[in-house]
């Protein structure tokens, strides 16, 4: 197989901008939109969430399913991700629609729909996407830089997703009522389309030609049970599969307490959150991206995975109840080590496409798509479970938002849940990283 001609590398990540940008607006103002701003009852919003995320959590199998089938009538998945993103696009503008039902019954019903399709868009893009990293080559250091290129061109797409809709109120954000929140976020949402759909368009046509030169000839008839089954005997994919869930619930709780952390704990405003802290982060991530990729050519992916995952623990548990209060630069050391750590996420995927190969040479199949199709229901299913975890610990501690400022107890409960809570899950993520013994990648 030849070597990956240099350009390949960001076209495949490219299609990440829209979807991470889309996935991040989701998480921070849908909830917001639909209640405050369109008055549907939480209680409602919750359940129509709750019911689409385990929609998204089964979809993934599904439609790993579905795409064997494609994959069977030759259909590339270039072709199936352009597809998804055009759903993806056009379920997001009438996600945020202002044209939107005001009564209580049928705004559930249009959520309800609107955000499946929201996640299956979603899905038909994220699957056939994280399936070509295993396809495009079987060289382990060309696959760590089609997937760091993946995770860098997704954190654009955070940083895109995260700003904005509230780039549409700027210098009205004191006086806005229902009204005009409504257009700024259908506009933003109009705005993330066009992004989607751009992004997608561009990864499908720059790669389609690599990936009529390495389309398998092997079967790709649709897995029986067994097959199934046999994934999840697999210990060392079980493993990463463990690892992936306990991550994925540390790394919800912390988003979901990060902001609730800054403020009432370490008393920084909003602005210096968001300014500088949150963008540190960001580039501390893509800085050290270049880094894990030299690291894992001379340990590895295993162990430095295992290093930055459990690295990640001991510093929330060590840091986070120890930074000080009322001062911004402690945080930003620490935001920097976080990023750089966190850069080496994209290991833990790579380490999949490993097994998938090997898999292959017993088997004479690719089932990267039921692969990653497995990986990913278990990470959303473990957001579940972590939303749930999330509300029930702020019960318990008391919290209320509305405030300026809490109790030390109250101080010490978020402290446990975004530093020790989380941490935990990382080492125990770690651990599971470091136990799994992953086939070796194949050089060519």
């Not at 969430?49 to 069977?72: E, M, P, Q, Y």
């Not at 929330?316 to 402690?330: D, N």
Request: charged share 15%; proline share 3%.
């Amino acid at each position: 197989m030849k070597a990956i001609k240099s350009y390949l590398y960001p076209s495949y990540g490219l299609a990440s901008i829209g979807k991470v940008a889309v996935e991040v607006t989701l998480q921070l103002y849908l909830f917001d939109y639909y209640t405050r701003i369109l008055g549907l009852s939480p209680l409602l919003a919750g359940a129509a969430f709750a019911v689409a995320i385990l929609w998204d959590a089964l979809s993934d199998i599904i439609l790993s399913a579905a795409l064997f089938k494609a994959r069977t009538h030759k259909i590339p998945y270039s072709f199936i991700l352009w597809i998804g993103a055009l759903i993806l696009a056009l379920a997001t503008v009438l996600l945020f629609s202002t044209i939107a039902p005001k009564t209580q019954w049928l705004l559930f019903i249009y959520l309800l729909l609107t955000y499946s399709l929201v996640n299956t868009g979603m899905t038909l893009l994220d699957l056939p996407q994280s399936s070509l990293s295993a396809e495009l080559s079987h060289r382990a250091d060309e696959r760590n830089k089609l997937l760091a290129a993946k995770m860098g061109f997704g954190i654009l797409g955070l940083a895109v997703g995260s700003i904005l809709p509230g780039l549409f109120l700027e210098g009205a954000q004191e006086n806005a009522n229902n009204t005009l929140l409504a257009q700024a976020r259908s506009s933003a949402a109009w705005v993330l389309a066009i992004i989607v759909t751009t992004s997608a368009t561009l990864t499908a046509i720059l790669i389609r030609s690599r990936e009529k030169e390495t389309e398998h000839v092997s079967a790709t008839s649709m897995p029986t049970l067994q097959e199934v089954a046999r994934i999840f005997q697999d210990r060392p994919y079980r493993k990463i599969l463990i690892a992936g869930v306990v991550a994925a619930i540390g790394r919800t709780i912390n988003a979901a307490l990060a902001l609730m952390y800054y403020r009432f704990v370490l008393k920084l405003s909003e602005e210096a959150v968001t300014l500088k802290i949150f963008p540190i982060f960001t580039l501390s991530i893509i800085a050290s991206i270049p880094f894990w990729i030299w690291v894992s050519k001379i340990y590895g992916k295993r162990r430095p995975a295992y290093a930055a995952v459990a690295g990640l623990g001991v510093m929330g548990i060590i840091a986070y109840p120890l930074l000080p209060a009322g001062e911004t630069w402690p945080a930003l050391c620490i935001s920097t080590l976080g990023g750089v750590l966190c850069g080496a996420v994209f290991l833990v995927e790579s380490m999949i496409t490993d097994m998938i190969d090997h898999d292959e040479d017993q088997t004479g199949k690719r089932k990267e798509a039921l692969y990653f199709a497995v990986w990913k229901s278990g990470a959303k299913i473990a957001r579940a479970f972590a939303f749930v975890a999330v509300g029930i610990g702020l019960e318990l501690i008391g919290l209320d938002e509305s405030v300026e400022s809490v109790s030390r107890g109250i101080e010490i409960g978020i402290i446990l849940l975004f530093g020790v809570l989380v941490g935990l899950c990382f080492i125990v993520s770690g651990g599971f990283i470091y136990s799994a013994k992953v086939p070796k990648a194949r050089s060519v």
